[in-house]
């Protein structure tokens, strides 16, 4: 089992940054793949961006240039991080983090994050 735990959103305005970060715990070894989605109410949750264990990425493009995902798994630790940056009332969603391990996906919690304009 992976146990995933957001934290870092909040309420920004437009044209600001926030930092999200995902703790993954329990059995971490051979996770494969870690990613961000994001949900709106009444509509998918959609993927927001995914780091490989290589540290290959990949982004949607209505936040392509304007975020940045990264791992650190130095230490034993297994965070995952989203830096977002020129934020706007459209990126307000639930964000949650994803991990991929042995074909089966796990999720946190999420964490809201809200964009005043």
């Known amino acids: 089992q992976v146990q995933l735990a957001e934290s870092g959103g909040g309420l920004v305005q437009a044209g600001g940054s926030l930092r999200l970060s995902c703790t993954a715990s329990?059995?971490?070894?051979?996770?494969?793949?870690m990613g961000w989605y994001r949900q709106v109410p009444g509509k998918q949750r959609e993927l927001v961006a995914q780091i490989s264990t290589g540290g290959n990425t990949n982004y949607a493009d209505s936040v392509k240039g304007r975020f940045t995902i990264s791992r650190d798994n130095a230490n034993a630790k297994n965070m995952m991080y989203l830096q977002m940056n020129s934020l706007s009332p459209e990126d307000t969603a639930v964000y949650y983090c994803?991990?991929?391990?042995?074909?089966?996906?796990?999720w946190g919690q999420g964490t809201q994050v809200t964009v005043s304009s």
């Open positions: 994803n991990a991929v391990k042995l074909s089966r996906t796990y």
């Open positions: 329990g059995s971490i070894f051979s996770i494969a793949r």
